[in-house]
């Protein structure tokens, strides 16, 4: 594929970060445009059905939704980062979901402004996490040695974890081995690392205090 890459994106958005690690997974070089989702500019509202990101433009042509970006890019770049196998392939996939609902509990987290629903988040969140436990085999990663989509999914979900224990211990991997060990094996990876800015953590923090939730308002207790 000759086609120039742009990756549209947004400094703080987890999908964004699931294509990045694709792209650097498979070394194609991209360029990356951030745009201030706050103040949409009028090219990317023109573009964009649902005004989000990440958006891949491929030439003149455009992709929107990161389960369909990263999915592009696995069938037309090598390595190829899905199983062979149908079933498992289709098992990745059903993962990949589950991972985006985890963002789902992540966002009512970090936005929530009643403990009642924050505490419903915490919970929920601790059960997926627990499913995704009785999964995981020996890792590193999901599928073992391999590194898969399902990786580059749940790597942003993790980093989050990296900001919020600054501020409480939410508990959410106690009595969870397999999810640690996982969490810092994508932690070391550089994909990973690089798939954010540098000072990610400190917007994320200035991101919650103006949200000023629960989570930052009471600094409470799991």
Not at 1 to 21: G, N
Not at 146 to 158: E, L, M, R
Not at 209 to 222: I, T, Y
Request: glycine content about 4%; hydrophobic content about 45%; proline content about 5%.
């Amino acid at each position: 594929m000759s086609e120039k890459l742009t990756l549209v994106s947004f400094d703080l958005c987890p999908y964004v970060q699931r294509a990045a690690i694709v792209l650097a997974e498979k070394g194609v070089p991209f360029e990356r445009v951030d745009v201030d989702l706050e103040n949409k500019p009028d090219w990317f509202l023109a573009i964009s059905p649902r005004g989000k990101v990440p958006l891949l433009k491929i030439g003149d042509d455009v992709l929107f939704e990161s389960s369909a970006i990263v999915e592009y890019l696995d069938e037309t770049h090598e390595p190829r980062l899905h199983p062979e196998n149908p079933v498992t392939r289709a098992r990745h996939r059903a993962w990949m979901e589950f991972g985006s609902a985890i963002l789902s509990d992540i966002w009512t987290i970090e936005t929530a402004t009643e403990r009642k629903a924050f505490d419903a988040a915490v919970a929920e969140l601790k059960e997926k996490f627990a499913r995704v436990e009785a999964e995981l085999g020996d890792g590193p990663y999901f599928a073992g040695e391999a590194f898969t989509i399902v990786d580059a999914v749940f790597a942003p979900a993790f980093r989050y974890f990296d900001t919020f224990d600054q501020l409480v211990d939410l508990g959410t991997f106690d009595g969870l081995p397999k999810v640690r060990k996982w969490r810092s094996a994508l932690a070391e990876r550089p994909s990973v690392r690089d798939a954010v800015v540098s000072d990610y953590s400190d917007r994320l923090l200035k991101f919650l205090n103006r949200k000023n939730g629960v989570l930052v308002r009471e600094r409470v207790a799991a």
